[in-house]
């Protein structure tokens, strides 16, 4: 079993700036993919973006150019950088870690985006 724990979620407003870390109890550098998602109110969990241990690095279109996907093996931790903080993007953020096909889920951590 693994757990992995998000924080660093708050409220912020637009175009503002948060940074969230997902922390593992084990080592993430065995882990096939680590990713981030976002939940919003009413609405289906969606994937935010990919880190692998390859270095590889991926996001989806909505958050491209804005969030940074990071990692520190030694610290067993995955981030995620956002800036310029829109409304839109208010959601639980989760982290999820993939290995040897089983998917492991965080509790999340709330952002909200708002004046």
């Known amino acids: 079993q693994v757990q992995v724990v998000e924080s660093g979620g708050g409220l912020v407003q637009p175009g503002g700036s948060l940074k969230l870390s997902c922390v593992a109890d084990v080592s993430i550098a065995s882990m096939d993919t680590m990713k981030w998602y976002l939940q919003a109110p009413g609405k289906q969990r969606e994937w935010v973006a990919t880190?692998?241990?390859?270095?590889?690095?991926l996001y989806a279109d909505s958050v491209k150019g804005r969030f940074t996907i990071s990692r520190d093996n030694a610290k067993n931790t995955v981030y995620l950088q956002m800036n310029s903080l829109k409304p839109d993007d208010t959601a639980v953020y989760y982290c999820?870690?993939?290995?040897?096909?089983?998917?492991?889920w965080g509790q999340g951590t709330q952002v909200t985006v708002s004046s």
């Open positions: 999820r870690a993939v290995r040897g096909g089983y998917i492991y």
């Open positions: 880190t692998t241990n390859s270095g590889s690095t």
